[in-house]
């Protein structure tokens, strides 16, 4: 699920406080009315937040592997990789980790290393 980015708190806020004050004007001093002003100010503060400290996909490393745990092949392994890559046209493995891709993909999707073309 993707998350919200924070300028649209900051948007639907605002639009949500400049309401709540504008019906409170028309209507007189409704207490209840306010509330929806403190609901706005919320929005904003947390799209303020959101915004301010987000992450940037430039912080993640690249070489870093998104599994926990990653096995490290031994030289029988290689072998076999090599193997199939021969076996199967199409399809490429990756000389780090082995797992399986497509032969249009660049990064491998298990450890994020070049894949060999």
Not at 95 to 107: E, L, T
Request: proline share 7%; net charge positive; charged share 15%.
């Amino acid at each position: 699920m993707a998350s919200i980015p924070g300028w649209i708190y900051i948007i639907i806020g605002v639009a949500i406080a400049i309401y709540s004050k504008l019906l409170v004007k028309e209507t007189g001093a409704n207490p209840f009315l306010n509330i929806f002003f403190y609901i706005g100010v919320a929005f904003i503060a947390v799209g303020l937040v959101k915004t301010i400290f987000k992450r940037s996909k430039k912080d993640k490393p690249v070489n870093e592997p998104h599994t926990p745990v990653q096995q490290k092949q031994t030289q029988q392994q290689k072998p076999v990789v090599q193997q199939q890559t021969q076996n199967t046209p199409g399809i490429v493995y990756c000389n780090r980790c082995g797992a399986k891709h497509y032969s249009n993909s660049n990064f491998c999707h298990l450890c994020g290393s070049r894949l060999p073309k």
